[in-house]
């Protein structure tokens, strides 16, 4: 059964940081692409970003280029998403998800139950 537990959400000002961690259970974690997907306040649920499963080739939403970085840890079977330079925009409920296969590309078919991540002062 795949589980993917993420942690690291919570309350930040404007400008500051935040790395979120899921840790993934259930699957062979080192032959699946993983991805962040998040959720605002009366928004859809949106992809935020994907790597495959070397961590080779990333993807990123443009509202979070150059200011959000995913990182695995294979070994750990845990996936990162370190948040820069944060926006009230990006206040949202952020799921850690897991790939259909070892490339992004071919989207995603599970999600954890997601962290809170509000931006503001």
């Known amino acids: 059964q795949v589980q993917l537990e993420e942690s690291g959400g919570g309350l930040v000002n404007p400008g500051g940081s935040l790395t979120l961690s899921c840790a993934a259970s259930?699957?062979?974690?080192?032959?699946?692409?993983m991805g962040w997907y998040r959720q605002g306040p009366g928004k859809e649920r949106e992809l935020v970003t994907g790597?495959?499963?070397?961590?080779?080739?990333?993807i990123y939403a443009d509202s979070v280029k150059g200011r959000f970085i995913i990182s695995r840890d294979n070994a750990k079977k845990t996936v990162y998403l370190q948040m820069n330079t944060l926006e009230p925009e990006d206040t949202a409920v952020y799921f850690c998800?897991?790939?259909?296969?070892?490339?992004?590309?071919?989207?995603?078919?599970?999600w954890g139950q997601g962290t809170q991540v509000t931006v503001s002062w």
């Open positions: 998800s897991r790939g259909f296969s070892s490339d992004y590309l071919r989207g995603f078919v599970s």
């Open positions: 259930g699957f062979i974690f080192s032959h699946y692409a």
């Open positions: 790597m495959d499963s070397t961590g080779n080739r990333k």
